[in-house]
């Protein structure tokens, strides 16, 4: 098993739950954030870090949320490490409410 970060992150990318990951599993994009599923250790210590709750387990996915899994498996291989917490982009709380953002995804 283990965490994914799901839509709610894209244009958000709030960086608190990388303060707490031990394992260092967390890599960044130009406007979300995801998990490498090899990385993560199903610690759930990002999981109630999260602002806009983005991040669950891969069992918890809903039907519409399981291509997160492999998105986040694809971009973690393609994306630099994030080890430290930075500031969230300066509109994220105007984007945190917002649905269907997939389209908004930057690679």
């Known amino acids: 098993m283990t ?58 996915l809903s039907q519409d949320q399981k291509k997160f899994l492999q998105l986040n498996k694809d971009l973690s291989a393609k994306w630099p490490v994030l080890t430290q917490a930075k500031s969230p982009p300066d509109d994220a709380d105007a984007w945190k409410d917002i649905k269907d953002k997939l389209s908004e995804l930057q690679e």
């Open 3 to 60: 965490f994914v970060v799901t839509e709610s992150c894209i244009r958000c990318k709030y960086t608190d739950c990388v303060e707490v990951c031990p394992v260092d599993c967390f890599h960044e994009g130009p406007n979300m954030l995801v998990i490498d599923p090899e990385e993560c250790i199903d610690c759930t210590l990002c999981e109630p870090e999260c602002p806009v709750e983005a991040i669950m387990s891969e069992d918890d």
